[in-house]
């Protein structure tokens, strides 16, 4: 019942980059008794009521399950309900606290934990609770008879495509825009995903799709992207290194350039960011997959240059594992910026592998030897990094 937002570019504010648009997936179940499955974002609210409409009349909905209070699922509850008074609200028992506070209404709420189920005729609604998978309300629905899953956020793709399902988009961007996801959102909860998935999976209940709340539904073959969490989960540590930085007169890039060489030339596979070009949350994803993250700045009044700091206070945040990280960055008279960065590194529990670099002014040669002595060195402890 949802919708496609082909134009949505940034969410959560300047949080996220969304270059493929997204779709906001809404579902609805009509047996002797209709239930809606989560709803969209506010302003796509009569968008939402038309696609029920074709289906079944709106007023007669009998249960909206909110799986989640985040407005992107949320935001058409008080469309909704306004059409149908009558519904009950079913929530998690985070949700009991969280959707209320969203929308201050005197909705008829019922509170559901794992296990629980609500007959709908033939199908019954079962719940599962999935707290922080990604905040605390967050809430899975599953589907008898049909077998589907419905995990809100969960293996969603900020994705608009033309068609509904996994088999038909292509597969090198669903899987990129899927990896973006995880990484920008799920990292920092992955002990939980491995939890989670376990316990579902021991629920032994069958799995004809997975349909979350942004993106395609996995029909095909839909365990592959549970498989594949479950996989991102681990963070093994990966033999590939990304450096990112940014420059003020092409100093920092240079010492950028001489690191790049001193991973080639142990054979590491490395990617070089200007964050004064490069999409964070792109970067992110590349971070992701890489075990080495080699970051360097100018100093600017005494600290960082002003794109840096972003990206390592996502660093901080998502408490990536099984990584190793270096500093380094151009000064002309006091050069905090290197210290600014290893801090961070700190904070966020990536240890440093390699002595940092620090060049005056332009680097000269033997700054630069450095600084290629600073990549081969991460190349060889990415070479003998072992999982925690
Ligand atoms: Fe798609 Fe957490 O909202």
Request: charge should be negative; include cysteine.
């Amino acid at each position: 019942m949802g919708v496609v937002d082909w134009g949505v570019r940034h969410f959560h504010g300047f949080g996220l980059s969304t270059h493929r648009g997204t779709t906001y997936n809404a579902y609805l179940i009509v047996d002797e008794q209709t239930a809606l499955v989560d709803t969209v974002g506010s302003p796509f609210s009569e968008e939402l009521v038309e696609n029920i409409r074709a289906v079944t009349d709106p007023t007669q909905i009998d249960y909206v399950i909110a799986n989640h209070a985040e407005p992107d699922h949320s935001g058409a509850l008080p469309a909704i309900l306004q059409l149908c008074p009558q519904a009950t609200v079913v929530v998690s028992k985070q949700g009991a606290k969280s959707i209320p506070g969203h929308y201050h209404q005197p909705w008829k709420w019922q509170t559901v934990g794992t296990g629980d189920k609500i007959r709908l005729g033939r199908r019954e609604l079962m719940f599962v609770e999935a707290p922080m998978l990604h905040w605390p309300d967050s809430m899975f629905t599953y589907l008898t008879e049909d077998h589907i899953l419905m995990p809100n956020d969960a293996f969603g793709q900020h994705y608009a495509t033309a068609f509904r399902f996994n088999d038909q988009v292509n597969q090198e961007e669903l899987y990129e825009e899927a990896l973006k996801y995880y990484a920008n959102i799920l990292t920092p909860y992955s002990e939980q995903v491995i939890k989670k998935i376990d316990e579902i999976l021991k629920l032994n209940l069958p799995v004809a799709m997975i349909a979350p709340s942004h993106g395609v539904i996995w029909r095909e073959n839909p365990l592959q992207i549970v498989q594949k969490y479950r996989t991102w989960a681990l963070q093994e540590p990966l033999p590939r290194a990304v450096i990112l930085y940014d420059t003020m007169w092409q100093a920092t890039r240079k010492m950028a350039q001489a690191i790049g060489a001193g991973l080639a030339a142990e054979g590491v596979e490395h990617k070089i960011f200007d964050m004064a070009q490069a999409d964070r949350n792109d970067v992110i994803a590349e971070i992701f997959q890489s075990g080495a993250v080699i970051i360097g700045s100018s100093t600017l009044n005494n600290g960082l240059l002003p794109t840096i700091t972003p990206i390592l206070e996502d660093c901080r945040g998502l408490r990536f594992k099984n990584k190793i990280g270096a500093a380094f960055g151009s000064y002309g008279w006091s050069g905090e910026a290197v210290a600014h960065i290893e801090g961070y590194f700190q904070q966020a529990g990536i240890p440093l592998a390699a002595e940092s670099v620090r060049a005056k002014w332009q680097p000269d040669s033997p700054d630069l030897e450095r600084c290629r002595t600073l990549g081969q060195k991460m190349g060889q402890a990415l070479q003998q990094q072992k999982p925690k």
